[in-house]
């Protein structure tokens, strides 16, 4: 979304995501007009992770996550959805 916004050249966005990025948003884009889709959208359990806890979870091979196949297989189409934008 970070690098959509910056290189689009569309002003208006709306963002359906967590708070704190409409903030480095309109930080980042100031010529940008960045609309919440929620304004109190704050997922706490995001703020709990950190670039070191990731690096030692993959370091460690800790925290690992099962999905039931069906599950992992919708989610990778939307992965790769998202990776073909970028």
């Known amino acids: 979304m970070i690098k959509h916004v910056a290189e689009s050249t569309k002003n208006t966005f709306i963002i359906g995501t967590e708070v704190d990025l ?3 948003l309109r930080r980042e884009n100031p010529d ?3 609309i919440p889709a929620l304004q109190d959208a704050i997922c706490e359990n995001m703020k709990l992770h950190t670039l070191e806890k990731v690096k030692n979870s993959l370091i460690n091979q800790e925290f690992v996550v ?3 196949l069906e599950i ?3 989610a990778k189409i939307a992965i790769d959805r998202m990776l073909e934008i970028s």
Do not use: F, G, L, S
Request: a positive charge; glycine letters at 0%; proline letters at 8%.
């Open 22 to 24: 409409v903030t480095r």
């Open 32 to 34: 940008k007009n960045i």
């Open 66 to 68: 099962k999905v039931p």
């Open 72 to 74: 992992a297989e919708r």
